[in-house]
């Protein structure tokens, strides 16, 4: 009895205690798969490590290195770091195994020009800086205080001449900025403490000799070049140069200039100029994307098209990528191939003779766009004839030798943390910088943006009224509804105010409803303050700014308008998703009501399958103004 | 009806008898069963899961060092209190003139303190799954338990010493004196590498330290030493204070 009693007790403990252990959780198990994207997205930011990684520090190679970074910063850099002890109350520093991977410091464009979404686009590239070569100080302020922070973590840093020094009419007026020029070498003094005042981070001219052959703008002279340079220089500040052609090259560095931007297309170097370059110890940014744009020999539709570049570029980098130069002067195919071939022959022997070259791309001229077109940049200065190591160099380390940007562009003991990882070797092969693993910046690894294909699942929007305008505004049969929109959101001070009002029954009008017939009267005020001013009426069609719809099926927007005499004219302008730069289409009004066909086809270089937005605003004319809407359609 | 003096005497039997008996004595006894059980919980549930440093590992890691604090408690109370009560009573003088083996009152002993260490190790455990999110893999689980069982032995050595030495009225604050002042330097309450490093280092002259570097090695915690070396270490610890106990045995014979 007692010892079967005993064998049950035993036997109901046992049953206990296997059920309690069967209870007890276990972590959650992973299918392989999982494991392996769990391993991409996990995090490493602030504190953690990489080993077995080839590591570029911008100076030198090291070919298996381990790289520990405590709060952002590069910690050590060593052959082998020993295992972790496995400590507690600290946790254990994450580990990235890079066999096989090349970590190199975050690039550095040295020739950019930064507005709109330019840093956020370049660091998508693993561009963490760049160096800006004319923009204005509206932009450039507020980017250049938050470089200062390490939680400037998902855009590039910027550092900026602001805006360039050149002549009445000469380069860089052309872009409807309206900027202080240069008519006397008096003026200089205040000039460069203008300039620096509203923080030029260096000075940059723009320079064209009276000795050059060709003559295609004004330039500011040797007198006054001469005045900037000593100026810069006793303002402590690099002075660089824009130059298109040996001879200006030549003047501008025997007068002291610290660099020269742009390689030539009109000669090749000649020794004098080398060794010229040599003893002022000057550098050159070649710019060899851009010089292949002008000559219309420009490979960034290639360069778009491999290592999977596409999906990370935005829609208006495309454009950007794929624009290209009017003629330039240089009509002839044989000639524009000579043009080239001298800019790269240049940088051949510049490069070949240890001037420092630093790489710029001078995004977003046409054919080039921030951050991609770095990449295509390194290309080109290895078949110039850059060691992959020396392109690799004027990308990174070589910059902080002639640019005030502290340790950026090198992975030494202390300095932040922005580097990028990219699968295979760079120093075989250039392209490899293409093929990125992940980025960080000041140690926050930054998650790049895809932009993906047009969306395919985009609303189709068919032809059928909009609306009448006797219902609110935000009623509209399809879209979103309509809404103010004015310059303020760009930071201009243009005023609009809207009204839907009566139709007076007169008899030119037809009511179409018994109840209302209303029209929409729109009437404010151009200001200056913003480059473009708009103010007027807006009609969203996606659910969201970022949604846009397809608008393929439909012919012509129609409308009926009319204005007040001083009014005249209206702008379409037609929105692309995710662009700010819009199609814009002039119409002439009158006083009277009158029906008008938009024909959409009529529109260049408009993707219609991705429309967000179609606004009918007042632009260019300053003043008041004052126009009628009724009767919105497609067609 | 049969009875003892019938049967050829049932070691087993006695055994259970012996096993029994000790258990309801214990477990009635609460100034010994409310402490051993409560303290190592308590301390867990404050340290480890409610003002824990470090919300990922800390949980797993003080459920593995408060369960050899759990377990080393009844090994040192029952053997080293126990029995120093036990002899200033006489009680312990009588069991050795019963026919009963002295083999069984270690053994029940021994059942006593796997008794009392299986209960904390499932309190703990239990705790550490549902307040901690403490989650490991079965067949860990199920190594630390053994290893906290087994380990408890060493102790159970060390309790019959001090249980033989000292004196009935002095022996649970001796106990007390040596249980918790140790259980800190081995770094069972918190983790030894908050420790000061002098301190760090005399925690390898300690038997708990190395039994908790043992249980550790399961969830990959440890400092990292061979495992030969916690269980050379952990043996020394038992021969020496079985060969003490044995002497003070006999050395009580003696008297």
Same mark, same amino acid.
């Given at each position: ?126 561009? %963490? ?437 001083? %009014? ?52 260019? %004319? ?14 | ?255």
């Amino acid at each position: 009895m007692k010892s079967k009693l005993l064998v049950i007790t035993v036997f109901v403990l046992t049953v206990i205690l296997i059920a309690f252990f069967m209870l007890l959780p276990e972590p959650s198990l992973k299918l392989d798969a999982d494991k392996k994207t769990d391993e991409l997205s996990q995090e490493y930011k602030g504190s953690f490590i990489i080993r077995n990684v080839q590591v570029y520090d911008g100076h030198f190679r090291h070919k298996k290195a381990d790289v520990k970074i405590i709060d952002n910063k590069i910690s050590v850099i060593a052959e082998k770091l020993p295992e972790q002890s496995k400590s507690i109350g600290q946790s254990k520093l994450p580990e990235l195994d890079a066999a096989g991977k090349t970590l190199l410091p975050g690039l550095i464009d040295s020739h950019t020009h930064a507005y709109q979404n330019a840093l956020s686009e370049a660091l998508n590239f693993g561009v %963490t800086t760049e160096l800006d070569m004319f923009t204005m100080p509206s932009f450039a302020n507020p980017h250049q205080q938050q470089r200062k922070s390490l939680e400037n973590t998902s855009a590039a840093d910027l550092f900026s001449a602001t805006i360039l020094a050149t002549a009445p009419q000469g380069h860089g007026t052309q872009y409807g900025f309206d900027i202080p020029v240069l008519h006397s070498v008096e003026q200089i003094p205040q000039f460069v403490a203008d300039r620096i005042k509203q923080g030029a981070d260096y000075i940059k001219a723009v320079y064209n000799s009276k000795n050059a052959k060709r003559q295609h703008f004004p330039s500011i002279s040797a007198e006054i070049l001469k005045a900037l340079i000593d100026s810069a220089h006793q303002q402590d500040r690099v002075l660089v140069v824009h130059v298109d052609n040996l001879v200006s090259a030549r003047e501008a560095i025997t007068l002291g200039a610290n660099g020269i931007i742009h390689s030539f297309v009109d000669q090749v170097v000649d020794k004098e100029f080398v060794e010229l370059m040599l003893s002022r110890k000057s550098f050159i940014i070649p710019t060899l994307s851009v010089k292949a744009s002008m000559t219309q020999q420009s490979e960034s539709e290639q360069l778009l098209k491999s290592n999977s570049n596409e999906p990370y570029l935005s829609k208006q980098q495309h454009q950007q990528l794929t624009a290209r130069f009017p003629g330039f002067g240089i009509s002839s195919k044989t000639l524009q191939t000579e043009a080239l071939q001298n800019a790269f022959r240049s940088v051949e022997l510049l490069s070949g003779a240890k001037v420092p070259v630093l790489s710029g791309s001078d995004a977003p001229n046409p054919g080039t766009t921030h951050g991609l077109s770095l990449h295509g940049e390194l290309e080109l200065l290895v078949r110039a004839g850059l060691t992959n190591e020396q392109a690799l160099h004027s990308a990174t380390g070589a910059v902080g030798h002639h640019f005030p940007i502290g340790s950026r562009g090198t992975l030494s003991v202390g300095s932040s943390a922005s580097m990028i990882l990219v699968d295979g070797n760079p120093f075989e092969s250039i392209s490899s910088t293409q093929k990125i693993v992940r980025i960080w910046k000041n140690g926050v690894q930054f998650e790049r943006t895809q932009f993906g294909a047009p969306d395919m699942h985009a609303q189709k929007f068919k032809p059928g009224l909009i609306t009448d305008f006797n219902r609110h505004l935000n009623q509209t049969n399809m879209g979103k509804g309509l809404g103010e929109t004015t310059d303020k959101l760009a930071g201009g001070k243009s005023t609009v105010k809207i009204a839907l009002v009566e139709h007076e029954h007169t008899a030119n009008v037809k009511a179409r409803n018994e109840d209302t017939n209303q029209y929409l009267k729109v009437r404010g005020e151009l200001k200056p303050g913003f480059m473009f001013p708009w103010s007027g009426i807006a009609y969203l069609l996606g659910e969201t700014q970022q949604n846009g719809v397809n608008l393929s099926a439909v012919n012509s927007i129609v409308f009926k308008a009319k204005a007040s005499a001083q %009014t005249k004219q209206l702008s379409v302008l037609l929105f692309q998703t995710g662009s700010f730069r819009p199609i814009q289409k002039d119409v002439e009004l009158s006083e009277q009501w009158q029906t008008y066909h938009l024909k959409l086809s009529e529109l260049k270089d408009v993707d219609l399958t991705d429309i967000s937005n179609i606004s009918f605003v007042k632009t260019r %004319t300053i003043g008041e103004f004052e126009f009628m809407l009724d009767d919105l359609y497609f067609e | 009806m049969k009875t003892i003096i019938d049967d050829k005497p049932n070691l087993l039997n006695i055994f259970i008898l012996e096993a029994k008996t000790e258990t309801m004595r214990l477990f009635r006894t609460p100034g010994f069963s409310i402490p051993t059980l409560l303290f190592p919980i308590m301390f867990y549930t404050f340290f480890g899961i409610v003002f824990s440093m470090n919300p990922t590992t800390m949980p797993t890691y003080l459920m593995i060092t408060y369960a050899v604090f759990g377990v080393i408690g009844p090994a040192l109370f029952s053997f080293g209190v126990g029995i120093a009560i036990e002899r200033g009573q006489g009680w312990f003088d009588l069991k050795e003139v019963s026919p009963m083996p002295a083999s069984a009152y270690i053994v029940s002993r021994i059942s006593l303190t796997f008794i009392f260490a299986s209960l904390i190790i499932l309190f703990l455990f239990t705790i550490g799954a549902t307040f901690g999110d403490v989650r490991l893999m079965r067949w860990q689980w199920i190594s630390l338990a053994l290893i906290f069982v087994l380990g408890s032995l060493p102790f159970c050595a060390i309790g019959m010493t001090l249980g033989l030495y000292l004196k009935a009225n002095s022996a649970p604050a001796t106990v007390n004196l040596i249980y918790l002042p140790m259980s800190f330097l081995s770094g069972l309450w918190l983790p030894i590498n908050v420790l000061p490093e002098v301190m760090q280092q005399f925690a390898n002259l300690l038997p708990p330290y190395h039994l908790a570097q043992l249980a550790l090695k399961i969830t990959n915690m440890d400092l990292g030493f061979p495992i030969a070396l916690h269980l050379s270490v952990l043996a020394a610890y038992s021969l020496l204070f079985i060969f003490l106990a044995v002497k003070a045995y006999h050395k009580k014979d003696k008297q």
